[in-house]
């Protein structure tokens, strides 16, 4: 069976053109989504889990280690500015803290009991819902934090790109995303972390639309911190309400967001 670990596929990557070198990598990374694909029934099962989970006051953990808790913290990160979510509704944690971040924190994956009592510090409940992010399934960090949760009646689903990992039997949901060997062998940063990145956009998307934060497709709780957010509630207001971009301005002015400017003609 083949595994993230597996041998590459590919021979002697230092003696080849870079040409060759970046159609190789793309065409390994053309297989992600169709990996994904396979998976879609397993990840429609976790976001409507995640949607009851909110909808009753809970949150949402993505816990990981290295490239797969860094996918987690961008994906929780992405979410107020986008979505208009106060920032603890969605939540990224990662062994060795925020050094970890920028930099590898050695031996943080390893202990079993890391991840669970970074969770704690969260007062982590029953309500809440906590995704285990790891390409092998096996990560001693995210594996005790998913155990404990399940022992502490709090839902869990993994995101890992194995087969039948100690992670996915530990999960009350497992998503296997199987991309297989990488193009540099064990570079999970690669397909591994793609596919992860990926999924985490599908799961958080999906959920927010389903949560009432989109109209249309368009997304009318997003926060007004900058320039181009601005320039596209006044965009998306013009559009909704087919009026002018000064006038959809005014309201945006009046109201404070696009939600309550469009509120009254709805």
Do not use: H
């Given at each position: ?50 949607v ?107 995101i ?6 100690i ?5 009350k ?12 062998t064990?570079?999970?940063r690669m397909k ?35 320039n ?39």
């Amino acid at each position: 069976m083949q595994t993230t670990e597996s041998e590459s596929l590919y021979k002697n990557l230092e003696k080849l053109p870079v040409k060759k070198l970046l159609k190789f990598i793309n065409e390994e990374d053309k297989k992600v989504p169709f990996a994904i694909e396979n998976c879609l029934s397993d990840i429609e099962k976790v976001v409507n889990a995640i949607v009851k989970s909110l909808k009753s006051g809970g949150r949402l953990f993505y816990i990981g280690t290295g490239t797969s808790g860094r996918l987690g913290i961008l994906d929780a990160s992405e979410c107020p500015p986008t979505y208009g979510v106060s920032a603890d509704i969605v939540i990224g944690l990662i062994a060795g803290g925020d050094v970890a971040i920028k930099q590898a924190v050695e031996g943080a994956e390893d202990d079993v009991e890391a991840g669970w009592n970074d969770l704690q510090r969260f007062d982590i409940n029953s309500k809440d819902f906590v995704i285990g992010i790891s390409a092998s399934g096996n990560t001693p960090y995210t594996v005790g934090a998913i155990q404990n949760c399940s022992k502490n009646g709090i839902l869990t689903a993994s995101i890992t790109n194995n087969k039948k990992s100690i992670l996915s039997k530990e999960s009350k949901y497992s998503i296997e995303v199987i991309v297989g060997p990488e193009f540099v062998t064990g570079s999970t940063r690669m397909k591994s972390g793609t596919s992860q990145k990926m999924i985490l956009n599908m799961i958080s998307t999906s959920v927010m639309i389903k949560l009432g934060k989109v109209k249309g497709n368009k997304m009318i709780e997003l926060q007004l911190k900058n320039n181009k957010l601005i320039d596209r509630a006044i965009r998306i207001i013009s559009e909704e309400l087919k009026i002018k971009r000064s006038e959809a301005e005014l309201l945006l002015n009046k109201y404070g967001s696009i939600r309550k400017a469009l509120k009254g003609f709805f």
